[in-house]
């Protein structure tokens, strides 16, 4: 039975989970990142041609017979024009004092003494980028200080920020898309060396045991190990449960045997009615207990067996006809014939102990159950499948049983003072299992059991 294991999460998931988490994140920095040094860049290219602007002004002013003149170059203001018509603002100080543009635009605290300071601000309902300024001028043995305030509102930077916004979004969510897509290939290609794993043990037969060769990444090399040396320990225990299993075999019928050949032979000297019966019981006992005990061995070997078949090319007419031929003189005994028939040679690839050991039992059943003087039929054929039947001319199954025969110690109604362990057809049905087979259980319309092993 395979027992699915307890499933907690995907680690594909979690990876591509991380990865993905970790580009939206890089996406996210990388749109401030993009969006604050374009305002940055933009920002100084503002101020550059504010200050150029604000030092074209102080270039022009002069001092003519104790006077200031100023001759606002047109280049002065025309620098600043944008697509979006930003408004300019100016204002000129002399000697502290307003002299001309805009009363409204004061200078900033820390103006003059040849100060320029940039700051942002508010003039009359917008946002303004401002440039303080000044000189000073000496004339006549007369010295005066020049101040220049100089705003431009910042419409047309701020569509420029809104733009490369929109592009550093558009880099952001590319970026993101293509790191997800990769993150997929990346635990899709990362997986997949687990997958190989699991594949290679999938494929493997139940009798391969042996280690992992092939090379793995550094990270799986632990698992690969606990693998191997799993495999390591599994082979060593099915090897002494094999040992254990045919050691036991022999322990238990080998005594057995010998008590039933000593009570067979006290029951030939022993001449009280009630001393034979008493023996007879006992060695009916000892028969019962070496079967149920054989079977019981035969059982947990073909299980053992079951799990790692021994396939070997085979003749199931040989392996049958070689079966009849040790069963015969038990057959005799009980004044039965046995008779083998179907295809002269049957070529079949499987385990040879377990088919032997199925077709035995399926003949031993027929023998316990056939009357004296008739004859146990076996039949081996190729065509249309491979089958091995046993036919009697006993009382067939009990009808109504007939579905639960083949359940570990289950026996019939009409078993009842017949030695047997219920252990028979569950043999055989797990040999037909092991091979792919079945185990059909039928009553001739002429009278007696049927038994069809199909491989």
Not at 217 to 228: D, F, G, I, R, Y
Request: with cysteine; net charge negative.
């Amino acid at each position: 039975m395979t027992v699915s294991p307890a499933v907690y999460g995907s680690l594909r998931n979690r990876l591509v989970l991380a990865l993905i988490s970790g580009a939206a994140l890089l996406a996210v920095l990388l749109f401030f990142a993009v969006r604050n040094y374009a305002a940055q860049v933009a920002q100084q290219g503002q101020d550059n041609i504010l200050g150029a602007s604000a030092a074209s002004i102080l270039d022009a002013a002069a001092l003519r017979d104790g006077q200031l003149e100023i001759d606002i170059p047109y280049a002065a203001f025309s620098m600043l024009a944008t697509p979006s018509d930003d408004r300019v603002f100016y204002a000129i100080y002399q000697d502290g004092a307003f002299i001309s543009g805009y009363d409204d635009l004061q200078l900033a605290q820390d103006a003059g003494d040849g100060n320029w300071t940039f700051g942002a601000g508010e003039l009359r309902g917008e946002r303004i980028r401002q440039v303080n300024a000044s000189r000073t001028l000496v004339g006549l043995g007369r010295q005066t200080e020049i101040e220049v305030a100089l705003a431009q509102t910042q419409d047309a930077l701020a569509e420029t920020l809104d733009q490369i916004s929109r592009n550093a979004a558009f880099l952001g969510i590319g970026f993101f898309v293509l790191t997800a897509a990769l993150s997929f290939w990346v635990t899709t290609a990362t997986i997949g060396q687990l997958n190989k794993l699991t594949t290679s043990v999938t494929r493997r037969g139940p009798q391969d045991l042996s280690p992992f060769r092939k090379p793995v990444p550094k990270e799986m090399a632990p698992l690969v190990s606990s693998l191997n040396s799993l495999m390591g320990r599994l082979d060593q225990s099915l090897s002494q449960s094999e040992d254990f299993i045919a050691e036991a075999a022999h322990r238990v019928r080998t005594p057995l045997a010998t008590v039933r050949s000593y009570a067979e032979a006290t029951l030939q000297r022993v001449e009280r009615k009630e001393n034979r019966e008493a023996l007879r019981a006992m060695v009916r006992a000892i028969d019962e207990s070496s079967r149920a005990a054989g079977q019981l061995l035969d059982h947990a070997m073909i299980t053992f067996r079951a799990d790692h078949l021994e396939r070997e090319d085979l003749d199931l007419v040989a392996l049958t006809h070689e079966l009849v031929q040790r069963l015969t003189p038990i057959a005799e005994m009980k004044d039965l014939s046995l008779s083998l028939t179907g295809d002269a040679s049957v070529q079949y690839s499987g385990d040879p102990i377990l088919l032997q050991n199925a077709v035995r039992n399926m003949v031993d059943n027929a023998l316990k159950y056939a009357p004296p003087d008739s004859t146990v039929e076996i039949n081996v054929t190729a065509t249309p499948q491979i089958q091995i039947s046993v036919k009697d001319s006993g009382p067939g199954f009990p009808p109504d049983e007939i579905d639960t025969l083949t359940r570990r110690f289950e026996r019939g109604q009409n078993a009842t003072g017949t030695i047997g362990s219920g252990l028979g057809l569950t043999i055989v049905q797990d040999v037909a299992t092991a091979h792919g087979g079945t185990l059909v259980l039928t009553n001739q319309s002429e009278g007696g059991a049927c038994v069809i092993l199909s491989l």
